[in-house]
């Protein structure tokens, strides 16, 4: 078995052990989330993830878990769970590895090629009816997680955007609370939607990953990450396309800056 992080040498839940005996293991370095992910692959098996983070009140992957298994429920592709286990230390999360590559990673596909699959993908995701949903990211819900993770020193100031970098995670929350857009625009959203977390084999798209932040949010959630991953990863010139196949809808410049700003205490 590959070498593994110190903090693995913990007990991982019997459960867990027996099914993981026998794979090479391959941290996962792309996301910027708090938990540890690996690859597993063992010949003849099929390869799998493992998600690992401290127990948390703030933590994200019972929250992971339940959006996954929900989002299957609606038929759209995404990882299946395949164990989730606590041992009141740390949270374990062991799911299916989807076929292809993320969409940052995909290189036999074009660019542009890419950016058509997420819009599609994603009109799909923001089509399903609210009303089936039963997570809750409206603003009302999603500032005062901001303000928890504040308080918990959860927000990495080093990690904000350039044109914010030197500024304090309470000034952004001051800016947060002032500049909150007065109506919302309601879809089932991804929550974190950037090219990492979304799959596609080949020409063809296979399903969603990172899904903790899925809920019902102001579709502007989705497209002002989107757009800014677009043009962070491909160029400004592909946001245009995106926008082009995602269909009916005109970003507002204020909304796609406030959900950026947003986006800092996550």
Same mark, same amino acid.
């Given at each position: 078995?590959? &070498?593994?992080?110190?903090?693995?040498?913990?007990?991982?839940?019997?459960?867990?052990?027996?099914?993981?005996? %026998?794979? $090479?293991?391959?941290?996962?370095?792309?996301?910027?989330?708090?938990?540890?992910?690996?690859?597993?692959?063992?010949?003849?098996?099929?390869?799998?993830?493992?998600?690992?983070?401290?127990?948390?009140?703030?933590?994200?992957?019972?929250?992971?878990?339940?959006?996954?298994?929900?989002?299957?429920?609606?038929?759209?592709?995404?990882?299946?769970?395949?164990?989730?286990? &606590? @041992?009141?230390?740390?949270?374990?999360?062991?799911?299916?590895?989807?076929?292809?590559?993320?969409?940052?990673?995909?290189?036999?596909?074009?660019?542009?090629?890419?950016?058509?699959?997420?819009? #599609?993908?994603?009109?799909?995701?923001?089509?399903?009816?609210?009303?089936?949903?039963?997570?809750?990211?409206?603003?009302?819900?999603?500032?005062?997680?901001?303000?928890?993770?504040?308080?918990? %020193?959860?927000?990495?100031?080093?990690?904000? @955007?350039?044109?914010?970098? %030197?500024?304090?995670? *309470?000034?952004?929350?001051?800016?947060?609370?002032?500049?909150?857009?007065?109506?919302?625009?309601?879809?089932?959203?991804?929550?974190?939607?950037?090219?990492? #977390?979304?799959?596609?084999?080949? @020409?063809?798209?296979?399903?969603?990953?990172?899904?903790?932040?899925?809920?019902?949010? @102001?579709?502007?959630?989705?497209?002002?990450?989107?757009? %800014?991953?677009?043009?962070?990863?491909?160029?400004?010139?592909?946001?245009? *396309?995106?926008?082009?196949?995602?269909? #009916?809808?005109?970003?507002?410049?204020?909304?796609?800056?406030?959900?950026?700003?947003?986006? $800092?205490?996550?």
């Amino acid at each position: 078995m590959a &070498s593994k992080p110190q903090f693995m040498e913990t007990p991982i839940p019997m459960r867990l052990r027996d099914a993981l005996a %026998g794979y $090479e293991w391959r941290q996962d370095a792309l996301g910027r989330s708090s938990a540890h992910v690996f690859r597993l692959e063992a010949d003849g098996r099929a390869p799998v993830y493992l998600k690992t983070e401290l127990v948390d009140p703030l933590g994200e992957l019972t929250d992971e878990v339940a959006r996954l298994r929900w989002l299957a429920s609606q038929g759209l592709a995404c990882p299946d769970v395949i164990a989730h286990e &606590s @041992d009141g230390e740390r949270e374990w999360l062991l799911m299916s590895a989807l076929p292809g590559s993320d969409l940052v990673s995909e290189e036999l596909t074009p660019p542009v090629e890419r950016v058509r699959l997420l819009a #599609n993908a994603l009109r799909r995701l923001h089509a399903i009816d609210i009303a089936a949903c039963p997570f809750d990211h409206r603003l009302e819900n999603r500032i005062e997680t901001a303000r928890a993770r504040l308080l918990a %020193g959860h927000v990495d100031e080093d990690d904000f @955007d350039e044109t914010r970098l %030197g500024r304090s995670a *309470e000034d952004l929350f001051r800016e947060l609370e002032a500049k909150r857009p007065s109506t919302e625009d309601f879809v089932v959203t991804h929550g974190d939607a950037c090219l990492p #977390n979304f799959m596609a084999d080949g @020409d063809r798209f296979s399903g969603f990953i990172d899904c903790g932040r899925l809920g019902i949010a @102001d579709r502007h959630q989705d497209i002002a990450l989107v757009c %800014g991953s677009i043009e962070y990863n491909f160029g400004e010139e592909l946001v245009a *396309e995106f926008l082009k196949v995602y269909g #009916n809808f005109e970003p507002k410049a204020e909304k796609m800056a406030y959900y950026r700003l947003l986006d $800092e205490f996550f």
